[in-house]
């Protein structure tokens, strides 16, 4: 468990933004902080990696308090067990990949080196120059040399922002996949609802500085305005099955719409679909559509 409460005035476009939140963070779970730019998202995880300091505040990790302003106690970077990947990826250029997580964990076991070069798939990489990297490598390597020292906390500021659609999808994998690997707590940043929804287990609501709402992404984000007649067209973000129906979660504009599906209708359907979403006789219709 990760418990935190931060305040902090910051300077905004609009003028002074009083940060003051307080969120508890499960052991093993993705939390994700939403919320538009200049809302404080990325403060908040410069505060808890020991970048910046609050004007007021508590953190305490596992029971280990890295921060109280109280009884003067602030742990240094280095003394907190977090690993923090920006969106500009900030890899040493006069460094090989292997070289970059390599100064990243020197102090540490160095297979873990060779294991993450294995886990992100950077084996025909580990000899280049990061300028020779497109954008999706960079950020693997990034996120392996946040996970060189074996982090308690994994803190991720919006680092998928800048990629393709295909490539996005494919490193939110490669980061699920790490973070049940090695059984971290996550802290993403993101203002993409899709990315959240996918990712999520939790999700805090950030505007002007305030958590606005917090649950799971489908109570935050699922609409229960839709009944009667109703068309539109949306992204399939999410599939769960369930007894013998399915459920797709669909994106549409900054909702998210439940629907129900049977096997018949899942036929040609998948995760990242674009769906038009109908209905008859009050009940869904759900149909794909193909871009030729």
């Known amino acids: 468990m990760i ?15 009083p940060l003051d939140i307080s969120c508890e963070i499960p052991e093993g779970q993705v939390a994700t902080i939403y919320g538009a730019s200049g809302a404080g998202k990325t403060t908040i995880l410069r505060i808890l990696a020991g970048l910046l300091h609050p004007d007021e505040g ?7 308090t890295w921060l109280d302003t109280d009884r003067s106690i602030n742990l240094s970077p280095q003394k907190r067990n977090t690993g923090i990947v920006f969106q500009d990826y900030a890899l040493f250029p006069n460094m090989t990949v292997r070289q970059n997580l390599e100064y990243a964990g020197a102090k540490e076991d160095k297979k873990i080196v060779d294991e993450l070069i294995g886990v992100m798939e950077l084996q025909q990489l580990q000899a ?6 497109s ?5 693997r390597v990034a996120l392996a040399r946040a996970l060189v020292r074996k982090p308690k906390l994994l803190l991720l500021d919006e680092p998928l922002s800048a990629l393709d659609n295909d490539m996005r999808a494919k490193l939110q994998d490669h980061i699920l996949q790490v973070h ?22 939790k999700v805090f609501v950030l505007e002007r500085g305030c958590v606005v709402k917090e649950g799971t992404p489908a109570s935050v984000f699922s609409s229960r305005e839709i009944s009667g007649k ?50 008859k006789a009050f009940n869904p219709i759900i149909r794909k559509i193909t871009i030729r």
């Open 135 to 139: 954008g999706g490598q960079k950020q």
């Open 3 to 17: 418990s935190f409460r931060i305040r902090k005035m910051l300077q905004s476009a609009q003028g002074e933004l």
């Open 180 to 201: 049940q690997y090695y059984k971290l707590t996550t802290i993403l940043v993101s203002h993409d609802i899709a990315e959240l929804f996918k990712m999520s287990d």
């Open 58 to 64: 508590m953190i305490n990790a596992d029971g280990i």
């Open 128 to 133: 280049r120059y990061p300028d020779t990297l």
């Open 230 to 279: 109703f068309q539109f067209i949306g992204d399939v973000v999410r599939i769960d099955r369930e007894d013998i129906i399915y459920v797709l979660s669909v994106l549409i504009n900054n909702n998210i719409v439940r629907v129900t599906a049977t096997d018949e209708d899942m036929q040609d359907i998948k995760q990242g679909d674009k769906v038009v979403v109908s209905s």
